[in-house]
């Protein structure tokens, strides 16, 4: 079978099934589709196929409050942008500690406490969740605390 990248008239499909099936999972009633997330969605290339999508709309559903299907730009995208290498990353976080101490409290700041996601703190510092976690605990950082800032 061709990649869905070749096959984007399955997409249309594909999400109506997926939507309906991840929000049954969720208890969610999703009433409509939005327009530009299907657009968004058909004109993606999908690297990683049909699973690739299905995480997609799965972590859509999970996080959307409203009845509109709707897919954030930013996860698409960053699936296109090269990973940034381990020498990197740990060149990004080996820094003075202080300004390091600093930049995560700036950034989880800026994201309400939201470590992880397109709109969360490892996003915005370009390090993966689970690395900025880790350095969360051990410059024992309260991400609590920036939740209602």
């Not at 009433?31 to 004109?43: A, F, K, P, V």
């Not at 559903?61 to 740990?90: C, G, H, M, N, Y």
């Not at 939201?114 to 350095?135: H, I």
Request: charged share 30%.
């Amino acid at each position: 079978m061709p990649p869905l990248r070749e096959r984007k008239d399955d997409i249309l499909i594909l999400v109506r099934y997926f939507v309906q099936r991840y929000a049954n999972r969720a208890g969610r009633n999703i009433r409509s589709i939005d327009r530009e997330t299907l657009d968004l969605l058909q004109s993606y290339d999908w690297p990683g196929n049909i699973r690739e999508l299905q995480n997609v709309i799965e972590r859509s559903i999970i996080l959307s409050s409203t009845d509109l299907f709707s897919v954030d730009e930013l996860w698409l995208s960053k699936s296109t942008r090269p990973q940034a290498s381990r020498a990197e990353t740990l060149l990004a976080l080996h820094v003075e500690p202080r300004s390091e101490h600093e930049m995560i409290e700036a950034a989880l700041a800026e994201t309400r406490g939201r470590v992880s996601g397109p709109s969360g703190a490892a996003a915005k510092l370009r390090v993966p969740p689970s690395t900025l976690e880790t350095r969360i605990k051990v410059l024992k950082i309260n991400k609590h605390q920036f939740k209602f800032v």
